[in-house]
């Protein structure tokens, strides 16, 4: 309900050289650690929250005390790590952009050959929007559509927060984004809503499962805010 298009959470990162910004935005993994190296702030440590594409943003999080201090143009590094993370017990689980730490104190159960995630909401591939048809989703992001008031009602995805995490029904994002009957597909909100046809809040791809490998959960509690204690 932010009064705006396409907002950011806290830090939005670009490195202005188009290639290390592509290597920035697909090594960097949500939950990854970020320092400032330059400007008032600098030594503060912040959390990788999301990736946005099209304008290609990494976003940090900081606490409020830290967002004061820093200008535009103070330097961050991430230190990037989880990119090629594989479940060995569970090959059809596809693991893209999640900090080993954050899976860690966010998944901790399999049941009936199927991991278990705890999810804020599920949401049906069907109004799944910009993003669609990318052939990779280790970087960037795509949108859940909100115009249709009736599925915005029924998967109460009005109650959508920045750092929910969710499932997204009958979607595959092993090699690319598509629709497909059976599979699951798991990301973070990165950014918030739109009235362009064909976008609104951004999911940062975290998990896939082509064969639905993936039990997903409702869970509160499923934001990196609460399960990194960010707030």
């Given at each position: 309900d932010l009064v705006g298009d396409h907002i950011e959470?806290?830090?939005?990162?670009?490195?202005?050289?188009?290639?290390?910004?592509?290597?920035?935005?697909?090594?960097?993994?949500?939950?990854?650690?970020?320092?400032?190296?330059?400007?008032?702030?600098?030594?503060?440590?912040?959390?990788?929250t999301g990736k946005h594409g099209?304008?290609?943003?990494?976003?940090?999080?900081?606490t409020p005390d830290i967002l004061e201090q820093l200008v535009p143009g103070d330097k961050i590094v991430v230190k990037t790590h989880g990119q090629?993370?594989?479940?060995?017990?569970?090959?059809?689980?596809?693991?893209?952009?999640?900090?080993?730490?954050?899976?860690?104190?966010?998944?901790?159960?399999?049941?009936?050959?199927?991991?278990?995630?705890?999810?804020?909401?599920?949401?049906?591939?069907?109004?799944?929007g910009s993003g669609l048809g990318a052939n990779s989703a280790y970087r960037g992001?795509?949108?859940?559509?909100?115009?249709?008031?009736?599925?915005?009602?029924?998967?109460?995805?009005?109650?959508?927060?920045?750092?929910?995490?969710?499932?997204?029904?009958?979607?595959?994002a092993s090699f690319g984004r598509y629709y497909l009957q059976g599979a699951i597909s798991i990301g973070i909100i990165c950014h918030g809503d739109s009235t362009l046809s064909g976008h609104g809040p951004g999911v940062t791809g975290l998990l896939a499962s082509r064969s639905g490998k993936i039990e997903p959960v409702i869970d509160a509690n499923a934001n990196i805010g609460t399960i990194l204690g960010l707030i």
């Open positions: 959470p806290a830090v939005s990162m670009r490195n202005p050289d188009e290639h290390q910004n592509a290597a920035l935005n697909l090594l960097a993994c949500v939950g990854n650690r970020a320092r400032v190296v330059g400007g008032a702030a600098a030594g503060a440590i912040g959390t990788v099209g304008i290609e943003h990494v976003m940090v999080d900081f090629g993370l594989q479940l060995l017990d569970f090959p059809d689980v596809k693991c893209m952009s999640v900090d080993p730490n954050l899976f860690d104190a966010w998944i901790t159960e399999a049941r009936d050959g199927r991991v278990v995630v705890p999810v804020t909401h599920r949401v049906p591939a069907g109004i799944m992001d795509y949108d859940i559509t909100m115009f249709d008031e009736a599925m915005v009602a029924r998967y109460q995805l009005e109650s959508l927060r920045m750092g929910d995490i969710v499932a997204i029904v009958d979607a595959d």
